[in-house]
């Protein structure tokens, strides 16, 4: 590949901190475009001493470890549909451990087909702490406590985040948080999740339906900044299978009633206010997701003056660029949505504005993303609150509905029905314009991933209408959509 | 007569050396024991793996069945590349399984994937002649 015509003396032109989704896209593609590359990764140990390879937070303890635990609770669920459709499925049981061994296979094998990219391509890979020494200088430190100094014209900061532990009496020595629970060497046993993010629902659903004895205990409202219809009814739904929630309660210790072993989950006590009153309860594991914070003050910021939030994150401009010159951030560490394929497409189109004579900006408005609650939920463009909030309750237009997906019908009725649902916010004022799309029911995101690209070219609700629907799909319910929220007719579905 | 080594587990703990009639056949623990296994004059099959490989799984016990059997002298050297990437990496090693033939500091032979015995046999006598 062609080099760069260098005009620094730098040891490369181009450092990226952080080994995740943003980080080696970006790597990757200035390298191709001939820029000499370094990419620094490495992972702290959670205070249970879990840690993890390259690839960041979506491979390792995200995206990926969470689908694939998401799938082997739906397999559970359907295992019980397919009674229904006459198959004898009376011996069923789940391994904990063969599910996570291989899972966990599939990571290390991913980890090291990472590295050996990398090396192909000719990024140069340190497993290493990098942190600040001034604008054009590194300090990195390996396991073993060696260090090297780096020094490079261009930095990008894609170090992500990791998830907050709050300030309880014993929660750092006791509970896990998705850094660890996706690695769990032993059953987790009666859980209890702390968080209405969607990390806590995500897990708390996948545990229930490995048919663990989940629990969720909440401060306030479930999945904040989501659409409040879509939250709740994913809520309710969670609720009707069978998960406990506590709403709203906060916990107070964690106190350790016996010990976890190499093969199995401890006994914990913990003590939580509700309605002013202190309940305890055990389980054998607590589960934080309570938020995630950046890494921003982790690097020695201050060397470089860079500026960031109180919440640590990193404020840029259209084109990724910090306050200081010649440092650029993506991924997690920015006010946006944290999606790995946004992260990948900045970071790319960076590299090719900063290598590649390219000026296209990454696009950050109307991008899809989806919750993998038992009831999945995908979404593009604005929650109904944003939509009104922007132009204006008069001129939003809700079309609703519920809808039973066809593979749904062979199955006994029971509290879970009826939460299906599907959404489409529109601009009166701008020819019905979809500002907003939202999607509850089964394969959200492959559904929601198509519908996007009408969004992005400014699909109206009479494209929509105008789209004829396949039959019998849950998909095609986009294209029937009557009725409107503001004509207070039902949306409940008729009885045969 | 034959020397029939039987392994309680698949793969060896890294403590055990085991000595078969003709060669030894060890896990990797740390660099100076690479180097010697490198440059020493036994020749040494040199079988990086990784436990999340499942044809590795396949092609390990191969060699180590090969290396009890072999009627000249050989070693077994296999090298967990989570471990010891930094080796992997020296040797260029890609793909897994991928094994190595080195003797006296040279890499005289090797191949990747899984081969029969026989296929490796032939390529250990072409390598060492």
């Known amino acids: 590949m062609p080099e760069l015509e260098r005009a620094h003396e730098y040891n490369f032109d181009l450092a990226v901190i952080g080994g995740g989704s943003g980080g080696l896209a970006c790597a990757k593609e200035a390298a191709k475009l001939g820029a000499k590359v370094v990419v620094f990764d490495f992972v702290h140990p959670t205070p249970q001493k879990t840690t993890w390879g390259l690839g960041g937070t979506c491979l390792n303890v995200g995206c990926i470890p969470k689908k694939l635990m998401h799938t082997a609770s739906l397999y559970g669920e359907l295992i019980e549909d397919a009674k229904q459709y006459g198959w004898d499925c009376s011996k069923v049981g789940h391994s904990w451990s063969n599910m996570v061994g291989n899972i966990q296979s599939h990571i290390k094998a991913q980890n090291w087909k990472i590295r050996v990219d990398l090396r192909e391509k000719n990024v140069t890979y340190y497993n290493e702490y990098a942190t600040f020494v001034d604008t054009h200088t590194v300090k990195s430190v390996n396991k073993r406590g060696n260090e090297r100094t780096v020094t490079a014209d261009k930095f990008v900061l894609a170090m992500g985040g990791r998830p907050n532990y709050p300030d309880v009496p014993g929660a750092q020595d006791y509970a896990i948080t998705s850094d660890d629970i996706f690695s769990l060497k032993y059953h987790p046993g009666k859980t209890l999740c702390v968080g209405a993010s969607y990390i806590s629902l995500e897990c708390a659903g996948f545990l229930h339906g490995l048919g663990i004895d989940t629990t969720v205990l909440v401060r306030s409202i479930l999945l904040r900044g989501f659409d409040r219809d879509c939250a709740d009814k994913i809520g309710s739904y969670m609720e009707a299978s069978g998960i406990k929630f506590i709403r709203p309660g906060t916990p107070s210790r964690i106190e350790c009633v016996k010990e976890a072993t190499e093969t199995t989950a401890p006994e914990l006590r913990v003590f939580f206010t509700v309605d002013g009153e202190e309940k305890s309860d055990t389980f054998n594991t607590v589960l934080f997701a309570i938020g995630r914070a950046p890494l921003t003050d982790k690097i020695n910021p201050d060397a470089i003056g860079l500026k960031y939030d109180p919440n640590l994150k990193v404020p840029v401009d259209e084109a990724e660029k910090t306050n200081v010159d010649n440092v650029y951030a993506i991924g997690d560490l920015l006010n946006a949505p944290e999606l790995t394929p946004l992260a990948i497409q900045s970071g790319r189109l960076l590299a090719k504005r900063l290598y590649g004579n390219s000026t296209i900006l990454t696009d950050y408005v109307n991008v899809p993303t989806t919750v993998f609650t038992p009831l999945e939920y995908g979404s593009v463009g604005l929650s109904e609150d944003q939509a009104v909030a922007k132009y204006g309750e008069e001129n939003i237009e809700v079309y609703h509905t519920k809808h039973t997906p066809t593979e749904q019908v062979v199955r006994e009725s029971s509290p879970l029905d009826g939460h299906n649902f599907a959404k489409l916010i529109c601009n009166k004022a701008d020819n019905e314009r979809i500002v907003g799309l939202h999607y509850l029911g089964p394969n959200a995101g492959e559904i929601t991933g198509g519908f996007s690209v009408g969004l992005i070219m400014g699909a109206t609700k009479s494209d929509f209408d105008r789209l004829v629907g396949i039959h019998p799909t849950s998909s095609e319910v986009f294209t029937t959509l009557k009725i409107t929220k503001r004509s207070g007719l039902s949306i409940e579905e008729e009885d045969c | ?129």
């Open chain 2, 1 to 129: 007569m034959s020397f029939c080594v039987r392994f309680a587990r698949p793969l060896l703990s890294n403590a055990m050396v085991m000595r078969s009639r003709f060669g030894t056949i060890s896990a990797l623990e740390n660099d100076a024991q690479f180097d010697e296994a490198f440059n020493g004059a036994v020749p040494t099959l040199i079988d990086f793996h990784a436990n999340w490989c499942g044809p590795c799984k396949i092609l390990t016990p191969t060699l180590k069945d090969l290396v009890e059997k072999h009627e000249k002298e050989i070693n077994l050297l296999m090298v967990d590349v989570d471990d010891f990437g930094d080796i992997a990496q020296e040797f260029d090693v890609n793909a897994i399984p991928c094994v190595k033939l080195v003797r006296e500091g040279n890499v005289v032979g090797g191949f990747v994937g899984v081969k029969t015995k026989e296929d490796i046999e032939t390529l250990i006598a072409q390598s060492l002649d």
